[in-house]
Each structure stands twice: as C-alpha cells, then as structure tokens.
C-alpha cells in the first residue's frame, strides 16, 4: 500500500519562490569586484534568477546542458545558483584558482554551453576560449554597456544587458527530482578533477539537514556570511538553506582579507560565518595586533581540513565566538559532520568539553558510516582504533560524471580516503587523509596531531607535518613552518615545544623552515608540492 502524500518533486526552484514569498524583504548584501556594496532582497534574487531563466531559454539550451561560472561570491552569482538549475539546466561552478589548462580541460569534459564569469577573471578566459569549443555564450558579470573594448572573446555579453530585458514571470519547469541540479569538480591532487553531479533532490535534502540546530542552526535571525566560496562545493549548501530559512546574506566577492572581512563582519551586523581554516588565520591575524572585537559574530563553522585547536581556542575565549568545527567532501554535498556537544556533555568541565569540541563531531541524519580495516572488515567505536572511513546516503555520490574513474563504491559505501576514529557516542576524528599517513616502525602518526602542536606555538603560522624516507623506520616526520612576520624560534625550540604533547617517537626528527607552504586551490595545504619542494631534503636521523 502507498502512503497518499501528494508526491511534490523536491526541485530548487521551490527554494527561491519561498524566500521570495516568505522573505522578500531580507536582504541580501554583497561587496562587488569593484569594491563597493550592493544590497538587495530576496525578492530581487527570485525575480532576476527569472530573467536568467528567459535569457538561457533564449540560448535554446535543453534541459541538463551545463552552464559553467567562474565567479566570486556574490548576489549575480546567487540569480544563476536559482536561474540555471531551476530552468532544468547544470550550475558548473569552476575554481578559478585551477591552473588555465585545467580550467579548459574542465569545461570541455562537463561540455559547458555558456562561461559566465566576474571581470576578475577576463585574463584567464581571454586565455582559455580558444579552448573551449563547447562554450557558445560568454557572459561578463558586469553593468550594461561595461564590456571592455576588443576582448577577443567571440559571443560576449554583459550579464545586465542579457537579462535586463527579459520578462520577470517565469513558469519554472516541474521533473524528476532526480535530475542533475549543479556540479563541482574535485581539486584532483592527483590525475584529471572528477565531477560530483548533485540533484535537485540530494540539494534539497542536504540543505534541510544543514539547517538543523546540532548542524549550522540556521534561522531567519541570522546574517550569515559564507567566506567559503560559491566555486567550492556551493558554499557548503549555504545559499539553499539560506533560501529555506530566509535569512541575510552576506557576500564577500574578491576580499577575503583579514581586514576586509572583519569590516564587513561588523558593519553587516554577522551573526554566523564559515570558511576553511586558513581564512580565518587571517582574520584573526587581522584582528590581535589591532585589538579589534566582534559585536555580533555568535558562531563560525570551520571545516574543509582540519580547524587547530589554538584556533577553536582563541574563537571561545577571546572572542566569544562558537566554533562549530565541521568535516566533509565535494562528493558529500559537502556535509558529513558536525561538531556540537550532546546534552549530557554539558556538565563536563570545560576541558573535557573542549576535547569534544576539537573532533569533527557526529554524523548528520543522512549520513552513514562506517570505519573498516586495510582487510575490509568494520572495526569497532571505540575512539581509539583508527581505519578508512566510509559514508552512504542520498547526497553522497553514487558515480563521477561520466563514469569516470570506474565505480568509487565498496559494498555500495564511499570510501572517503580519510583515516579516522569514531568514539562510542559516535563522534568521529580524522586523524589523516589515507594518502598523508606517516608510518613510523609499523605505527601510524597522525600529521594532523603533529601540526596542531606547532599550531599552538606563538611563532608559528602555519605548519606542515609529512613523512620522509628512513632506512629503520620506513618513514619519520618532519615539519615544515612558516614563521609569523617577525617571530623568532629556532628548530630546537620547536621540538622541544612537543615535550608532554605528544608521544616520543612521534615528535618530529627536523623542521624546516620555509617562507610558504603551497596551497591548493581551495586554501588547503598540497601537501604532494611541499614533498617535491622537499625533493632533495634528507632526513639528519637517515
Ligand atoms: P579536495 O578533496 O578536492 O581537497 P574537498 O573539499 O572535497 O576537496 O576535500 C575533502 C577532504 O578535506 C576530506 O576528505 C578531508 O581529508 C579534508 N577535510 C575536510 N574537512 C576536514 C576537517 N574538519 N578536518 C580534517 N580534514 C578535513
């Protein structure tokens, strides 16, 4: 027997026609490429991801072509999130941190009909049309009438002059939920990006569930101000929810800076942010020399490689601000857990909370998992044993666009490459990636660990931990570190630094020092650059 609930497709198109009927009026405030403040509403977003709508149709795309962007946060960027996906079509958001050459490779592998993008990056695509067979409509996110002179860029138009005439009602289609709704590909340290192909109904799913309390809690009292950018698994699912809860939003555009981050922090009155460790490190770098305060800043979810605890410490005791340190992958939408504390932890002294706190925290309702053995079998939670950790659900990928890389799943789980711990209550720690593991005389040293402990010493800003060659060991650590601007510390002060925070035979054998530790594009450190960059090192122990 079938329940009798009407059978309404979960589409995202119903995300915006909510916020516009039931939030018109929040607004929605962005810094522009260039560099003043542009506010509008909801209303405004629901009315012009219409118009974008009328202007693909005018392209006479069909349903699931692929419209790429290359754009910064901000509120066009939010009309095409709506417009493009609405209308039955792809978003493909790009990095525009990728090398060129992978740029084009991307957009010709999705098949891109249409690039629109932020006048930042007129360079990268005046480098890259030539590439891209596939793109027949270039579009500048710009004013009417401000395309610069002689692009060379063939089928260009300004965004304004695209959808400023189209009509401002839309019938937006109704399918199958199932249908693709965006796409991201993976930074892919190694070999070719592999797409993740999100649907509407793994979108709509995902975005009620970051929503909840013990997730990012969003409500319709909040500002919120996604640092993690739009090209980056859809800003952690942000826009959705922000459309489902009807809250303000607050875009950043190009200055992640720690000074202009702070600014708008303030005078948008934020009450939540999220973004990947590094930035942070900035703002707060920003802030402690100049003595700066946040009047409204409540909470900041910190995710996409592992947040240190001198930075979940600063955030609580000398901001105020809650630090919900989160963990995930493109190929989860990206949301896989959350750290917040269960009820019975509030009575533990705040030392024992803050060892909760410092984990990647518990799986979202929607997310399974499991740890298993190099033999495949489960192993046990216990917040010791360490293994693989897998994941299933309905917004966690099935397949790579185009079956590329074969199939990803073990026993229909997806293998994460991340190495972790899972405590009895079901809080899991990821100890490692799979692939950065450091293997010493038959046991495993978390480089995580390793660089939270440098994290913590005053001199250092920011610290790599990998494994170097050894005839005993198999392999020993060593850490990489880049000073703060006019921080002085020796390599022997380091390593003593690890007396009483780590076990002996883990503490590092060397550091190094280095002006910078390469970024991928995301802000995470490459770890595969600093071991060539480290190519002719030897290890003082080998
Ligand atoms: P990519 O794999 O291309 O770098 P993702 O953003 O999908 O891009 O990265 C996912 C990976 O980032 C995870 O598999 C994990 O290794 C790491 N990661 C994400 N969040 C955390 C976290 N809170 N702590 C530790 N590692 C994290």
């Not at 109904?201 to 995902?206: E, K, M, P, V």
């Not at 592992?306 to 105020?320: D, N, S, V």
Request: hydrophobic share 40%.
């Amino acid at each position: 027997m079938l329940g009798l609930m009407q059978s309404q497709p979960l589409l995202i198109s119903s995300l915006i026609e909510f916020a516009e009927r039931h939030h018109g009026d929040a607004e929605i405030v962005s810094r522009r490429v260039e560099g003043d403040i542009h506010r509008y509403s909801w209303r405004d977003v629901a009315l012009r991801s219409r118009q974008v709508a009328h202007a693909l149709d005018g392209l006479n795309l069909l349903f699931s072509d692929r419209v790429a962007t290359l754009a910064w946060n901000g509120y066009r960027h939010l009309e095409l999130y709506f417009g493009v996906s609405g209308s039955g079509r792809v978003l493909h958001t790009i990095n525009p941190r990728l090398h060129p050459e992978q740029i084009a490779w991307i957009a010709n592998h999705a098949e891109d009909q249409v690039l629109c993008f932020d006048a930042t990056f007129l360079p990268l695509v005046q480098a890259i049309h030539a590439k891209c067979p596939t793109i027949r409509q270039y579009v500048m996110l710009c004013e009417a009438g401000k395309l610069p002179q002689d692009s060379g860029i063939p089928h260009l138009v300004a965004y304004e002059d695209w959808i400023g005439g189209q009509p401002v009602s839309y019938e937006w289609p109704s399918f199958d939920e199932n249908s693709a709704s965006s796409m991201c590909y993976t930074s892919g340290t190694t070999g070719n990006p592999k797409a993740a192909l999100y649907s509407h109904r793994s979108t709509l799913l995902h975005a009620y569930a970051a929503a909840l309390p013990d997730v990012m809690a969003l409500s319709a009292r909040d500002a919120v101000l996604p640092v993690v950018p739009m090209f980056h698994v859809n800003a952690w699912g942000i826009p959705y929810s922000a459309a489902l809860t009807g809250c303000k939003l607050v875009f950043p555009g190009p200055a992640l800076d720690g000074k202009s981050v702070y600014e708008l922090i303030e005078a948008e009155k934020v009450s939540y942010a999220a973004g990947v460790p590094t930035v942070w490190q900035m703002l707060l770098g920003h802030m402690a020399p100049n003595q700066l305060r946040f009047s409204t800043l409540k909470r900041t979810v910190i995710g996409g490689s592992a947040c240190p605890p001198a930075m979940i410490h600063a955030f609580r005791e000398q901001y105020g601000v809650e630090v919900l340190h989160a963990w995930g992958m493109t190929e989860m939408s990206p949301l896989g857990t959350l750290c917040t504390l269960k009820n019975k932890h509030l009575a533990l002294p705040p030392e024992e909370q803050m060892k909760i706190r410092l984990k990647q925290g518990r799986a979202i309702f929607g997310v399974d998992m499991r740890i298993v053995g190099g033999d495949g079998r489960e192993l046990p939670w216990d917040g010791k044993t360490s293994g693989d950790l897998h994941v299933k659900g309905p917004w966690i990928v099935r397949e790579y666009f185009r079956g590329e890389g074969g199939d990803p799943l073990v026993d229909g789980w997806f293998p994460t490459g991340d190495v972790a711990t899972i405590d009895p209550d079901g809080y899991v720690q990821i100890t490692d990636r799979s692939k950065d593991v450091i293997k010493s005389g038959g046991e495993w040293i978390s480089s995580i660990d390793i660089e939270n402990v440098a994290m913590a010493h005053p001199a250092v800003a920011m610290a790599a931990c990998i494994g170097m060659k050894h005839p005993k060991w198999d392999e020993r650590p060593i850490l990489a570190v880049v000073r703060r601007p006019g921080a002085e510390v020796t390599r022997e002060e380091l390593i003593r630094f690890y007396d009483g925070k780590a076990a002996k035979w883990q503490v590092p054998d060397d550091v190094v020092f280095v002006d910078a530790i390469p970024l991928g594009a995301t802000g995470k450190m490459l770890k595969t650059r600093l071991r060539e960059m480290l190519k002719d090192y030897r290890l003082p122990t080998a």
